[in-house]
């Protein structure tokens, strides 16, 4: 069984996905689930050094008052601790996120890529860490298990940027426009953020 997810480690909804994903493999038992995390930038054109908030943000280019940014954050930490996730927006400040995708193809090969993954996104989105950083990306995916000099290697390289792009392709092929997007075996589950309940159903059918 294949499963795709395309994402952004800038995206909350995205962390909750993988939570509830987890949870739907778990229930089914199964050992012959593969991964793979597709690239996805909401905000490829966002520098790598902090800047506004995502508050800020959303409020400037959305148009959003602060009662509707505090009420929005409040129900994604309801949603995300109730996966058992704690996620922490109000300090968020987004960054590009293109070397940690390619880390995150790095990671793959290794096996580690679902690790990276919710490690990444816990740094981003409970730390409130600069996950654009080279330093931070080193220490985070060592701490996954990669190897410190392979990373030290990609990031002082473009090794991966053609993996990234061609995942970016591919969505456009395959009709994605938002995250988390998650096909099974091909066959893309219910949009926006699925429940536990709909991940399994679709394991389920796909098995």
């Not at 493999?25 to 690239?39: K, N, Q």
């Not at 990306?137 to 090794?159: H, P, Y």
Request: a negative charge.
């Amino acid at each position: 069984m294949k499963i795709e997810i395309w994402s952004d480690i800038m995206c909350p909804w995205c962390y909750i996905g993988k939570a509830r994903l987890d949870k739907a493999i778990e229930r089914v038992g199964r050992d012959d689930v593969e991964i793979v995390w597709r690239s996805f930038e909401l905000r490829p054109e966002q520098p790598r050094t902090p800047g506004a908030t995502l508050g800020e943000m959303m409020r400037e280019k959305l148009g959003l008052k602060d009662g509707d940014t505090v009420e929005l954050f409040e129900k994604i930490r309801v949603l995300g601790k109730a996966e058992g996730l704690d996620i922490r927006l109000t300090g968020v400040r987004p960054v590009n996120s293109f070397d940690a995708q390619r880390l995150v193809h790095l990671a793959a090969e290794s096996g580690r890529a679902h690790q990276l993954k919710s490690d990444l996104f816990r740094v981003y989105l409970k730390e409130q860490r600069n996950v654009a950083d080279h330093e931070v990306l080193l220490e985070t995916a060592t701490g996954a298990g990669l190897d410190a000099d392979d990373v030290a290697r990609v990031l002082a390289s473009d090794a991966y940027a053609s993996d990234v792009r061609e995942d970016e392709a591919a969505a456009v092929r395959r009709g994605v426009t938002g995250v988390p997007t998650v096909f099974v075996d091909g066959v893309r589950v219910a949009t926006g953020v699925p429940s536990v309940d709909q991940f399994h159903w679709a394991l389920e059918k796909a098995g």
